[in-house]
């Protein structure tokens, strides 16, 4: 049963940058395609973009010019920089699995993270 | 964007009772190459992450009660509870995966009447 656990601080400074990694346990992370979906306190759900086993990455462009999700095998984990972050990035951020036939349909998720953006 | 809308965004059933959530989205999420509808349901409970009910607009996923099901498509859908437990309190969500960014309706949040 593959397993997701998010990790990272969980207050960022305004203009600093949020890095947040997921662990992906009773699974290989080469396969299957890797997520970050974030719910800001109280609402609803944002995907933020994806990363595939082979390393190709999909931004929501709402993010686009801040986001860099990378991978790293070797410790089966997979990561998320969100630079220069404000109140708005405020939010549980969970990372996801999509199903082995559709990257965007999530059928694994960690337990998720809240990330508090303040001075 | 494809914007993803629900209705209602709040409902208040009683137990045993039948429960119907929409959802509407802003271009067509049928692929017409294998017919099939790129519509997920949700649902989340308090402090958890959302857990997948419903793929392909009426596929359930494993180990979900049968009184969940799905319907819909094209622009139209719908998650219907036939008969509802008090552990199916929670909010529902409706999520296209048809086209990036992925993108999930307001929420329904469903509650006890």
Excluded: H
Excluded at chain 1, 29 to 37: D, F, G, H, L, R
Excluded at chain 2, 30 to 43: D, I
């Amino acid at each position: 049963q593959v397993q997701l656990q998010e990790s990272g601080p969980g207050l960022v400074k305004p203009s600093e940058t949020l890095s947040l990694s997921c662990t992906v346990s009773g699974g290989s992370i080469s396969t299957y395609y890797w997520s970050w979906i974030r719910q800001p306190p109280g609402n609803g759900l944002q995907w933020i973009g994806y990363i595939s086993y082979s390393g190709s990455t999909n931004y929501n462009p709402t993010l686009n010019s801040r986001v860099t999700i990378s991978l790293d095998t070797s410790r089966n984990q997979f990561s998320l920089k969100l630079s220069s972050v404000t109140a708005a990035d405020t939010a549980v951020y969970y990372c996801g699995r999509g199903y082995n036939w559709n990257a965007g349909a999530f059928n694994v998720w960690g337990q998720g993270t809240m990330v508090t953006v303040s001075s | 964007d494809i914007v993803m809308t629900q209705s209602p965004d709040s409902l208040a059933v009683s137990l045993g009772e039948g429960a119907t959530i929409n959802c509407r989205s802003s271009q067509s999420v049928l692929y017409s190459s294998n017919n099939k509808n790129y519509l997920a349901w949700y649902q989340q409970k308090p402090g958890q992450p959302p857990k997948v009910l419903i793929y392909w607009a009426s596929t359930r996923e494993s180990g979900v009660p049968d009184r969940f099901s799905g319907s819909g498509s094209g622009t139209d859908f719908t998650l219907t509870i036939s008969s509802l437990q008090a552990e199916d309190v929670a909010v529902y969500y409706c999520q296209q995966y048809y086209s990036t960014p992925y993108t999930f309706g307001q929420g329904t949040k469903l509650e006890i009447k």
